[in-house]
């Protein structure tokens, strides 16, 4: 049976740093958008605050419903394990590379600067946890390393930042 309450707990801090993968959610009017993640991309820095670094190469659509005030879930399931499933019902600020707290946040993470978008730090009003019992148990692998090849390739080549610029604002269905 699911529990909500208003924060992480400590259990909860502990159960997401150990993932390797999760799930974000956002949704601003438009059609809701679902992305995984990956990487050491995610950090909880209290109890009702997580940051995660936004890396081009998607559509960027989640930054798109934070500017429009929409909401965001991000949703941690144990593939290894006891069964578990944590959901994090969040309001997003989209911090970008000139932002004060940008440079603090940043170096909680072991990252290029130069290959991500920004860092999006998430405010949770609630946390949902549940039993989990219908994911299968999976074997974690290793990262796949598609994604960051592309970047330094576009940042060796000069075009990374004119990538993310033209890829800042995901075009809306009517547009297609």
Same mark, same amino acid.
Request: hydrophobic residues 40%.
């Given at each position: 049976?699911?529990?909500?309450? @208003?924060?992480?707990?400590? $259990? ?6 150990e993932q390797h993968l999760f799930y974000? !959610? ?9 992305? #995984?993640?990956?990487?050491?991309? !995610?950090?909880?820095? &209290?109890?009702?605050? +997580?940051?995660?670094? &936004?890396? #081009? ?5 989640? !930054? ?6 929409? $909401? ?9 394990? #006891? ?12 911090? $970008? @590379?000139? &932002?004060? @707290? ?23 009003? !609630? ?5 989990? +019992? ?16 592309? +970047? ?5 080549k000069g075009e990374l930042q004119e990538?993310?610029?033209?890829? $800042?604002? #995901? ?6």
């Amino acid at each position: 049976m699911g529990k909500q309450y @208003k924060e992480l707990t400590p $259990e909860n801090i502990v159960f997401i740093n150990e993932q390797h993968l999760f799930y974000i !959610a956002s949704s601003s009017g438009q059609e809701v958008n679902l992305s #995984p993640r990956g990487f050491d991309s !995610a950090k909880v820095i &209290d109890k009702n605050t +997580m940051l995660f670094l &936004d890396y #081009p190469g998607s559509g960027n659509r989640t !930054a798109r419903d934070i500017r429009a005030g929409g $909401e965001v879930t991000v949703v941690f399931n144990a593939f290894s394990g #006891p069964a578990q499933i944590v959901r994090l019902f969040c309001k997003g600020v989209l911090i $970008e @590379k000139e &932002d004060a @707290k940008f440079d603090a946040y940043f170096k909680l993470f072991d990252a290029d600067k130069n290959l991500i978008r920004r860092i999006v730090e998430l405010n949770i009003y !609630a946390v949902e946890s549940s039993c989990g +019992m219908g994911v299968p148990k999976m074997q974690y692998q290793k990262q796949r390393t598609g994604l960051q090849k592309w +970047m330094v390739s576009m940042q060796e080549k000069g075009e990374l930042q004119e990538y993310i610029e033209v890829h $800042e604002v #995901p075009p809306k269905l009517e547009d297609l």
